[in-house]
């Protein structure tokens, strides 16, 4: 299994970023893809995760009204677009992935990890 992020950069306060993340080795759709960031210093945080299914949870401060997550199962890939971006939005995004069902915010429950990509929100 390899994921792969892609999309992040330098961008103003709220302007907008689209994360995507490829994934490649999985059977079926039965798994779940989930985006966290790490700022420094600070612990890896959940932000939102999607099921085969298209069902979403979103965790991180006021992130189910500026993040949406949505997902491409003929692509094999998932999308968080980030809108109206803060200064606290700047971190390492990961995406990861946990075949099954389960919505987990702990990223100790997920598997697999792509490299990570870097959003800096600053003027």
């Known amino acids: 299994v390899q994921l792969v992020e892609s999309g992040g950069g330098l961008v103003q306060p709220g302007g907008s970023l689209r994360l995507s993340c490829a994934a490649s080795g999985f059977t079926s759709d039965n798994y779940v893809v989930g985006w966290f960031r790490q700022a420094p210093g600070k612990e890896r945080e959940g932000v939102s995760c999607i099921g085969g299914s298209g069902r979403a949870t979103y965790w991180a401060d006021s992130a189910n009204v500026r993040f949406t997550i949505s997902r491409d199962n003929g692509k094999n890939t998932v999308y968080l677009q980030m809108n109206s971006l803060k200064v606290e939005d700047t971190a390492v995004y990961y995406c990861?992935?946990?075949?099954?069902?389960?919505?987990?915010?702990?990223?100790?429950?997920?598997?697999?990890w792509g490299q990570g990509t870097q959003v800096t929100v600053s003027s």
């Open positions: 990861a992935a946990r075949m099954g069902l389960g919505h987990y915010s702990d990223f100790r429950q997920y598997d697999y």
